[in-house]
């Protein structure tokens, strides 16, 4: 298995991003992964990589390359609860930047670029996301629907919200499977949101599971900051490759 570094073209610019692959020549299903608002880290490849190692090709972007290349922000502070407010006001402003419309323009870039490796299966792919990211892996199978046959979306916060372009309002346009791993007492993502979620999906007819992790704080996968649960990342791991094993027929 091989982590890279590359560059993304997109139609604002070069997205850098981690490109992480399994051995041998394959063809092997494509799968986005989107980060969470810390950015790309030796977290982020060391998922992407385990991701890999089960038969995938792994395309990690930075979502906030028109900021600059990662990491934009110091991480020094990622492990003290009493530091990540002072991060969170840094990355606020890239969170806000990724419209809708810039998250459609943006995955069409990575998708094509993942299609373009050596070795990437012809065909849809499937994204997973986390945190913001998981967010946005909702917005980008919405907006690529005949792109992307499954979404997977891990302690993802505000996918409901009073706003008109809400992300769960987009839900009809979806036609592959998606998965929901909700963190248990999440202000980002409430008991409330979650049924008012799991009732527009029902409505629009689409295929999902949806899940709270009892105990689970937010952030619960990622592993350099103290919200990681290990019980909760491995029930994670068991439902995404799950969705992808199944989307892909492995």
């Known amino acids: ?120 299966a012809p065909g849809p792919a499937a994204v997973a996301g986390y945190c913001m990211g998981g967010t946005n892996a909702l917005r980008a199978i919405e907006a690529h629907p005949d792109r992307l046959a499954a979404a997977a979306a891990f302690h993802a916060g505000r996918v409901v919200t009073d706003a008109p372009d809400s992300p769960h309002l987009g839900v009809g346009a979806v036609t592959g499977e998606l998965y929901f791993g909700h963190a248990d007492q999440d202000a980002s993502m409430t008991a409330e949101q979650i049924a008012t979620l799991e009732k527009a999906l029902d409505a629009a007819g689409v295929t999902y599971r949806s899940e709270v992790y009892a105990g689970a704080r937010h952030g619960y996968t990622q592993a350099d900051t103290p919200m990681y649960d290990e019980g909760a990342t491995e029930r994670h791991w068991a439902a995404l490759f799950d969705l992808l094993d199944r989307t892909f027929r492995r």
């Open 1 to 120: 298995m091989q982590t890279t570094t590359v560059d993304v073209p997109t139609a604002d610019g070069v997205a850098d991003a981690l490109l992480a692959r399994p051995d041998g020549d394959g063809p092997f299903p494509g799968v986005l992964v989107f980060m969470d608002a810390f950015g790309l880290r030796p977290r982020m490849a060391e998922m992407a990589g385990t991701i890999a190692a089960r038969g995938y090709v792994v395309l990690v972007p930075n979502l906030f390359h028109r900021f600059g290349r990662a990491p934009l922000v110091d991480l020094s502070g990622l492990a003290d609860d009493q530091r990540r407010g002072e991060l969170f006001a840094k990355v606020g402003p890239m969170i806000g930047s990724l419209t809708p419309d810039v998250v459609a323009r943006d995955t069409a870039a990575y998708l094509d670029f993942l299609a373009a490796q050596p070795g990437v």
